[in-house]
């Protein structure tokens, strides 16, 4: 039985002129990227893979969202130095960051999802379940088959 996809949590976006709630896309599929940007596997293959898939998919029922989920180096990874991260890698997909947690180190989102750590991809379908939870490199063509088949399916 699929889960149903736990809100984000998120203490402030970017590339969007409004907060995002997932309920808020219901009916649409969503491409959540988890990432930190002093991420070897993030700066490398996962955030250029979901600004690919956010460009693939402009016409589709596709919303691809970044998550900035810092679990470490906190003090390096502010919202001031995300900001300069998205201009250098003009990644235009909106991206929030996910809100610290006030009893430890593992922010809120990334403790909701149980997400192992950095980059995470997370596929919600139209009717709101988590379809896919991968952590590390995803292969392109894999995860684009994810995405078309949900896609595909009836609304």
């Known amino acids: 039985m699929a889960t149903l996809a736990p809100e984000l949590s998120v203490s402030r976006w970017f590339n969007t002129p409004k907060p995002i709630s997932l309920e808020g896309l219901r009916g649409r599929v969503v491409l959540l ?28 029922d596709l919303t691809v969202i970044g998550l900035h989920t810092v679990f470490e180096h906190h003090a390096a990874m502010t919202p001031v130095s995300l900001e300069a991260f998205i201009h250098e890698y003009r990644l235009t997909f909106p991206i929030g960051v996910d809100a610290p ?4 180190p593992i922010p809120v989102t990334m403790r909701r999802y149980q997400m192992r750590g950095t980059p995470t991809a997370i596929v919600i379908a139209r009717d709101g379940t988590i379809r896919h939870h991968g952590f590390g490199q995803e292969d392109d063509l894999a995860l684009g088959a ?7 399916e009836t609304p």
Do not use: S
């Open 101 to 104: 947690a006030e009893d430890g």
């Open 146 to 152: 994810i995405l078309g088949a949900l896609l595909a």
């Open 33 to 60: 990227h988890a990432f930190q940007m002093l991420c070897p596997g993030c700066v490398a293959h996962g955030t250029p893979q979901a600004q690919r898939a956010h460009e693939l998919f402009r016409n589709a």
